[in-house]
């Protein structure tokens, strides 16, 4: 499985970005699918998750403004409004395959810099 991000870039505060994470390769084999953000210095965070019942789970600080979803069924998309600086960060499209409910493999994209100024 191969991941592909794109769409990051530079923001207002306030403004709006959609990001989009390509699939390819084995993707029936994937299970949970989503976006995490790292910024230097911190761990990488989980930004919104899709599991394999489809209930998308996002992160409490971009709820109401941030929304996951299936252009088709290779590509993911994260739809980003009213972004916030604290928003700024590498965004990177992961997967997993599972084999009785326990992660097998996980896949990450090389990731996409976004970056909100005040």
């Known amino acids: 499985v191969q991941l592909a991000e794109s769409g990051g870039g530079l923001v207002q505060a306030g403004g709006s970005l959609r990001l989009s994470c390509t699939m390819s390769g084995d993707t029936f084999i994937i299970v949970d699918k989503g976006w995490y953000r790292q910024v230097p210095g911190k761990e990488r965070e989980e930004v919104a998750i899709?599991?394999?019942?489809?209930?998308i789970i996002y992160a409490d600080s971009v709820k109401g403004r941030f929304t996951m979803s299936r252009e088709n069924t290779q590509t993911l998309t994260l739809q980003m409004d009213s972004l916030k600086p604290e928003a700024t960060g590498v965004y990177y499209c992961?997967?997993?395959?599972?084999?009785?409910?326990?992660?097998?493999?996980?896949?990450w994209g090389q990731g996409t810099q976004v970056t909100v100024s005040a």
């Open positions: 992961h997967a997993n395959s599972k084999a009785l409910g326990v992660v097998r493999e996980e896949f």
């Open positions: 899709q599991d394999s019942r489809g209930r």
